[in-house]
């Protein structure tokens, strides 16, 4: 693959731009969130030329952004942000991508590393049991047809009235872990076929549940409010998203985009940003599509936190409550939302597309849940497997230039084959094993393809964002046990 | 992306290749050959089989009439390849070879034939969860036909 040739401009250390006269058509310029180190990988495969086409896309208001943990992906970049006027804008599902509301939950404990490291391989154990992972996981929990279409429109709420979880748990999920708009007349047969077996399971590739450590705390005033208090705390990050039901959903809908983009006349320099005008039937089917799938994701990191709370209830003897295994935050990676921002003083409507970038709403945002509302929302950066995560906060600076947007993760730097064959011979179990790290899987040979050695270093990802002032970040947390999907 | 060639399947007619597997950032892709377009869409389907399982270790115990439906050809190849994954998530069968009994710029009817998976008999390697239409091509290519599509794992 060539390495991208195109202009950048510096505007500071932490912000590149792509002119709007890079390629006729581009209605905006790109933002590039990147340090100068960083770039030089970017540079390396066609990411950056994704961040150009996106802002082809009719409708795009200020920048087609990208944030530092960018990689290639399907028409838009993976770490792509981009809003759309809602009068006179278009909506992809390219720009949401494949899994939907794909998306990473926070649990906190009151237990220490201590109390927690002498049992790790029971609780691993218990946990792998108790949350049904994999190729092709069916879950344990049995929904029918009618079920299904209540899920679609209830979301995480959906579980909590079945036992699975408290209000509380709705009231730290983006959204209250429900997306209105939810239609499940405008999901397919075929897409709720693909979802009844599989919701409240992890799913496999780069899903992932991990019990974590706290190795330091940024900020402790707006850590103490997330119940982030000490080093050596443990944490639980669960990491799924909408299975194959959402893959079903983009399927399906990139179809009817593809016969729109003709019907409408837009012109797109690549196929996989289908896209139909927001106000169009197209446009709202999708969005209500996309909904019931978004939802579906909250139902599914709901059931896996509760059976993540069973399980740790089982081995240490004590209920969830006694363990202060509290939600922390719920968010969304992969999504599309109809949100008003101010824009040059003007306030607008408009539809942002997050693909691999995370909701970041500062201090006192309407959609900042209250126990939030002085500090902003959090904001769940997970890493690869043998780093580490970081917890950090939306920001005012963020509101104002990213539409209240930023990172995601580490972002793919070596393709999965390419990984694999670097860590040729290896057993990355093992060598995760002596740093600590206690790691189950159903599919071994994929491990390789997780290895830290093919993502960027989160810690640079996150450094760009907190420097950039797009975020905040509070506390950092490295890995102890993981099941991988 | 690197181009790398992972490995050549060589398809039932022995000489030719079938298929190649390459790889893409976060996914994985595959370019696939046929002397004609009906067996380009075979060997399309031989290649995405070939990621999810060991083809020698499905054995043809059922088949199924399918009958797909597109704008153009195009997507018609990425159509004919999410029907085969859906048939995977949700009927759990793998199949292995694959009669195209017509095939229009924007139609197809096959006949695929293959068995239940079963996890003790078949490995599963990856998950595929769709074609895409990322980087699509299908052109002539010399006296036959290649395709190259990417896939969502």
Known sequence: MARWQGQLIKIDDYRWKIPENYKTGMRVPGLIYASKEMLESIREEQALEQVANVAFLPGIVGYSFAMPDIHWGYGFPIGGVAAMDIKDGVVSPGGVGYDINCGVRLLRTSLSEAEVRPRINELINALFHNVPSGLGSEGKIKVSQKEMNQLMVEGARWAVKRGLGSEEDLDVTEEGGCLGGADPSKVSDKAAKRGMPQAGTLGSGNHFLEIQVVKEIFDSHIASIMGITEIGQILVLIHTGSRGFGHQVCTDHLRVMEVAVSKYGIKLPDRQLACAPIESSEGQDYLGAMACAANYAWANRQCIAHWVRESFSKIFGKSPEKLGMRQVYDVAHNIAKIEEHTIDGHKLKVCVHRKGATRAFPAGHKDTPRRYKEVGQPVLVPGDMGRCSFVAVGTQKAMSETFGSTCHGAGRMLSRGAAKRSMKGRDVARELESRGITIKTGNIPSLAEEASQAYKDITEVIDVVHQAGISRKVAMAIPMGVIKG | ?153
């Open chain 2, 1 to 153: 992306m690197e181009m790398s060639l992972l490995f050549l399947y060589n398809g039932l007619r022995g000489m030719k290749k079938a298929f190649e597997i390459i790889d893409h950032t976060a996914d994985v892709g595959i370019i696939a050959y046929g002397a004609d377009v009906e067996e380009l869409f075979s060997n399309a389907a031989l290649a995405l089989f070939s990621l999810i399982t060991e083809p020698e270790s499905v054995e043809e115990k059922l088949h199924l009439d399918l009958e797909v439906s597109s704008e153009d050809r195009d997507s018609l190849l990425v159509e004919w390849l999410n029907e085969l994954i859906y048939l995977f998530d949700v009927k759990h069968i793998l199949f292995n070879r694959f009669d195209i009994e017509s095939l229009t710029h924007n139609e197809l009817k096959a006949t695929c034939y293959g068995e239940d998976f079963d996890p003790i008999k078949h490995k599963i390697k990856i998950g595929v969860k769709a074609a895409t239409y990322h980087m699509l091509k299908l052109d002539k290519d010399g006296d036959g036909y290649k395709a190259q599509i990417i896939l969502d794992i």
